[in-house]
């Protein structure tokens, strides 16, 4: 009896099989006579998305002369942002939005898509060029500090700073400077980092730091627009002197990685502009002349020589 029982159980496991081959089968058939699913439609853009808008998103740190927002007029302008507006409207894009961001934050931020172009006078160095891909330059410029009136402690460079053990110089969080204090072997606990240039101003006036280090044209930019008197440009300055050269910035707009079409069409608008008479004009507000030209220097050179 359990032999029949067994035997029966076989016989209902192999009619089983047999059809769910069956039906296996017939799904076969029915999937090759199906057509082919189309490939999904590849992912736009940044460039083509930001020509089908009119706008497009650029990050700026409110650092003048580059990047900062006109009160008077509500809007952001600056060295970068106006040549902004002029190449990327040749490139058809009408319209700038600006996003605030900490200049220490901006690189995070544009890999995040939080905006799709760095436009702050950003230095092109070969540890940015492994973040972000660079526009070739719109300028090259040299150091500066911003004192407390007379230079109490007669501070004219960043070995000046170094050779004074109670020297403490400032600076603004990710910019290029806070590297230089390390390559001129000043101690980290003597570089007071602030978060935006009002701060290390304010830093300066209030002794927490005895020099504010930035490019020539954001101190000659503080001067100008600070009326209290208190505070100076330290005259002479020599830059400091990095692996045997003077250094001498070059900044520029930056782009994800994967954003290099971009680059390159901005690059061929931009090539078309710079040293023309148009720009001479764009720039002449914010303080820049044929002496900040960048000449022949390109993102390319300084991605691999240093950035000097």
């Known amino acids: 009896m359990t032999r029949i029982l067994n035997t029966t159980k076989w016989a209902v496991l192999a009619l089983s099989l047999g059809l769910m081959a069956a039906c296996s089968d017939s799904g076969s058939d029915d999937e090759a006579a199906k057509p082919a699913a189309s490939n999904p439609p590849a992912a736009q853009s940044t460039l083509a998305a930001a020509k089908a808008a009119g706008k497009i998103r650029i990050g700026y740190a409110n650092e003048a002369p580059y990047a900062y927002m006109d009160s008077s007029k509500n809007e ?36 995040a898509k939080r905006f799709d172009i760095i436009a702050a006078g950003m230095y092109v160095t070969p540890e940015r060029c492994q973040q972000a891909n660079f526009s070739n330059p719109t300028y090259g410029v040299g150091e500066s500090f911003l004192v407390q009136k007379g230079n109490p402690k007669n501070l004219h460079s960043y070995e000046d700073i170094a050779k004074q053990d109670d020297a403490r110089l400032g600076v603004v969080v990710g910019a290029i400077e806070g590297e230089y204090a390390r390559k001129m072997d000043i101690p980290v606990d003597r570089v007071v980092v602030f978060p935006d240039v009002v701060s290390a101003l304010s830093g300066v006036q209030a002794g927490r730091a005895d020099a504010y280090a930035a490019t020539a044209m954001t101190v000659n930019d503080l001067m100008n627009k600070t009326a209290t008197g208190d505070l100076e440009k330290a005259d002479p300055f020599t830059d400091p002197v990095i692996d045997g050269k003077s250094v001498r910035g070059y900044g520029a707009f930056a782009f994800r990685k994967d954003d290099q079409e971009f680059v390159d069409a901005f690059n061929a608008e931009l090539a078309k502009f710079i040293g023309t008479e148009e720009h001479a004009k764009v720039v002449q507000p914010f303080g820049f002349t044929k002496e900040e030209l960048p000449g022949d220097v390109t993102a390319a050179k300084l991605c691999a020589a240093g950035g000097q």
């Open 76 to 111: 952001i302008t600056g060295e970068a942002v106006e040549i902004a507006r002029i190449v990327l409207k040749r490139m058809g894009i009408n319209e700038v939005e600006g996003v605030l961001t900490e200049f220490g934050s901006l690189i995070p931020g544009l890999q």
